[in-house]
């Protein structure tokens, strides 16, 4: 009786995790709860919904705190996709200072540097969901305009269907997807893709 209780319970439990993580054919268990993870998110706006007051920076206790509530107000593109990662289970060391991920959206690119998971556009990689796609990166200052988490490649490297924190098509300010998205979604149409960073587990 205990045995078939049990054998119960790992059925109920396979099936519970199945409707939380759908299985994505050719991802790896990390890559498949990143996506599933940022997709899950899509439609959340700031609070108040005409500021920068976003639950993702106040998670890392990043921003001013003047938001009247439980949130913290920073552009967040980059605290939503390091939130994402992080609750996925990917390496996460999220400080502000040189070569840790946050709330600076070239952070991505020195973090992926650091642990040589950049890719350039034109570097012939073909990104992966569970990536994140950084727009508009300057060297020469090391700054960038944008991040978005991958959500599916497409037939050009430079124009992933993503999943944008902080994005202003449908809003200001919200999680939203975006489909080939060769530009930042952000004011005044922001920067190129430059690259993606890949996670590491």
């Known amino acids: 009786m205990v045995f078939v209780l049990v054998i119960a319970v790992a059925i109920a439990l396979a099936v519970a995790v199945n409707r939380v993580v759908?299985?994505?054919?050719?991802?790896?268990?990390?890559?498949?709860?990143?996506?599933?993870?940022?997709?899950?998110?899509?439609?959340?706006?700031?609070?108040?919904?005409?500021s920068y007051c976003n639950r993702f920076s106040?998670?890392?206790?990043?921003?001013?705190?003047?938001?009247?509530?439980?949130?913290?107000?920073?552009?967040?593109?980059?605290?939503?996709?390091?939130?994402?990662?992080?609750?996925?289970?990917?390496?996460?060391?999220?400080?502000?200072?040189?070569?840790y991920l946050n709330s600076d959206s070239a952070s991505f690119y020195v973090w992926g540097v650091d642990h040589h998971t950049w890719h350039p556009v034109g570097s012939h990689y073909r990104p992966q969901p569970g990536d994140?796609?950084?727009?508009?990166?300057?060297?020469?200052?090391?700054?960038?305009?944008?991040?978005?988490?991958?959500?599916?490649?497409?037939?050009?490297?430079?124009?992933?269907?993503?999943v944008n924190g902080d994005g202003d098509r449908t809003g200001f300010s919200v999680v939203e997807a975006g489909t080939r998205q060769a530009f930042a979604d952000v004011k005044g149409g922001g920067g190129r893709l430059s690259g993606y960073v890949s996670p590491v587990s």
């Open 58 to 99: 106040a998670y890392w206790e990043a921003g001013i705190d003047d938001c009247g509530n439980a949130n913290l107000d920073e552009e967040w593109c980059a605290d939503f996709a390091a939130w994402v990662w992080k609750q996925a289970g990917a390496v996460v060391e999220y400080q502000l200072a040189p070569g």
């Open 132 to 162: 994140v796609a950084v727009y508009g990166l300057n060297l020469a200052t090391v700054t960038a305009v944008h991040v978005a988490v991958v959500t599916a490649a497409t037939s050009n490297d430079a124009a992933p269907d993503v």
């Open 22 to 50: 759908p299985h994505r054919p050719g991802l790896s268990p990390l890559r498949a709860r990143i996506v599933s993870l940022a997709e899950s998110q899509i439609g959340y706006g700031t609070d108040p919904s005409n």
